[in-house]
């Protein structure tokens, strides 16, 4: 099915904390939105600098999963990345992922429209969410458009990154009600606690959303160091978290405070 690149519907923001959440936990809501012709926005919130597998690609310590021992850079024909470098790596897998979910450079942003995710903070916390939230909410409004649709990760993933996002888009959503729609997804594992559903994809549209799924995983496969690219998604969560978007299997969404 072919994507609309210029959509006309009304725009929707996907707040991010990491650089592979989307994919792992939010690629079929997003899809689908993509494929209803709205216009999905997506907003970085953190550099994606502090994983431990930066010290996995210098070759200091052991990847026992994807990769299945140590790397060796001189050999593989790349030199060791700094903190920096590492995390633009990262942003350039997490564009490749999003633009096979239908979403144009265009419409990806960072944080509070930085020009660089290396702008970016290492960490989030709940204050600095909802003023990202806010700075794009007031945005839109300020320029006559509807109020959008918000997306991010529930607030009590275990994760605090996660979790700071959730709590952020929650208390806006108490207060506000330009955040009405505001909703939040969740990791399987805490769908029963969270109060989650699967997130529901129309028929005619659920082999799109699937193939669009499982090719915004591979983006997180490339390995390719001499072009950049180190499979860093891969190496950080490996399985079984990146069986789930390639198997296509369900996103699990949060509708309620």
Same mark, same amino acid.
């Given at each position: 099915?072919?994507?609309?690149?210029?959509?006309?519907?009304?725009?929707?923001?996907?707040?991010?904390?990491?650089?592979?959440?989307?994919?792992?936990?939010?690629?079929?809501?997003?899809?689908?939105?993509?494929?209803?012709?709205?216009?999905?926005?997506?907003?970085?919130?953190?550099?994606?600098?502090?994983?431990?597998?930066?010290?996995?690609?210098?070759?200091?310590?052991?990847?026992?999963?994807?990769?299945?021992?140590?790397?060796?850079?001189?050999?593989?024909?790349?030199?060791?990345?700094?903190?920096?470098?590492?995390?633009?790596?990262?942003?350039?897998?997490?564009?490749?992922?999003?633009?096979?979910?239908?979403?144009?450079?265009?419409?990806?942003?960072?944080?509070?429209?930085?020009?660089?995710?290396?702008?970016?903070?290492?960490?989030?916390?709940?204050?600095?969410?909802?003023?990202?939230?806010?700075?794009?909410?007031?945005?839109?409004?300020?320029?006559?458009?509807?109020?959008?649709?918000?997306?991010?990760?529930?607030?009590?993933?275990?994760?605090?990154?996660?979790?700071?996002?959730?709590?952020?888009?929650?208390?806006?959503?108490?207060?506000?009600?330009?955040?009405?729609?505001?909703?939040?997804?969740?990791?399987?594992?805490? =769908?029963?606690? #969270?109060? *989650?559903? %699967?997130?529901?994809?129309? @028929?005619?549209?659920?082999?799109? /959303?699937? $193939?669009?799924?499982?090719?915004?995983?591979? =983006?997180?496969? #490339?390995? *390719?160091? %001499?072009?950049?690219?180190? @499979?860093?998604?891969?190496?950080? /969560?490996? $399985?079984?978290?990146?069986?789930?978007?390639?198997?296509?299997?369900?996103?699990?969404?949060?509708?309620?405070?």
């Amino acid at each position: 099915m072919p994507i609309n690149w210029d959509p006309t519907g009304r725009n929707v923001y996907w707040f991010e904390p990491h650089q592979d959440d989307g994919c792992l936990f939010m690629a079929q809501a997003a899809a689908h939105h993509v494929l209803a012709e709205r216009t999905v926005h997506v907003v970085l919130m953190s550099n994606g600098s502090t994983s431990n597998v930066l010290g996995e690609l210098n070759g200091a310590t052991s990847d026992s999963t994807w990769w299945g021992g140590f790397h060796d850079p001189a050999r593989e024909g790349y030199s060791s990345l700094s903190k920096a470098e590492f995390g633009l790596a990262r942003t350039r897998e997490w564009r490749a992922s999003w633009h096979q979910l239908g979403v144009p450079d265009a419409r990806l942003h960072y944080g509070m429209d930085l020009a660089s995710s290396a702008d970016l903070p290492d960490g989030i916390s709940t204050s600095y969410a909802s003023s990202v939230m806010s700075f794009w909410m007031n945005r839109d409004l300020d320029a006559g458009l509807d109020h959008p649709g918000m997306y991010t990760m529930w607030w009590n993933d275990p994760h605090s990154d996660h979790a700071a996002c959730g709590q952020a888009l929650r208390a806006l959503r108490l207060a506000d009600p330009h955040f009405a729609d505001g909703r939040w997804l969740t990791k399987p594992e805490n =769908a029963s606690q #969270a109060g *989650a559903t %699967a997130y529901a994809v129309p @028929a005619n549209l659920a082999g799109e /959303v699937k $193939l669009m799924q499982k090719r915004s995983a591979w =983006a997180y496969g #490339a390995w *390719a160091p %001499a072009n950049g690219a180190f @499979a860093i998604g891969m190496h950080s /969560v490996a $399985l079984p978290y990146f069986d789930d978007p390639v198997r296509g299997d369900p996103n699990y969404i949060v509708r309620n405070v």
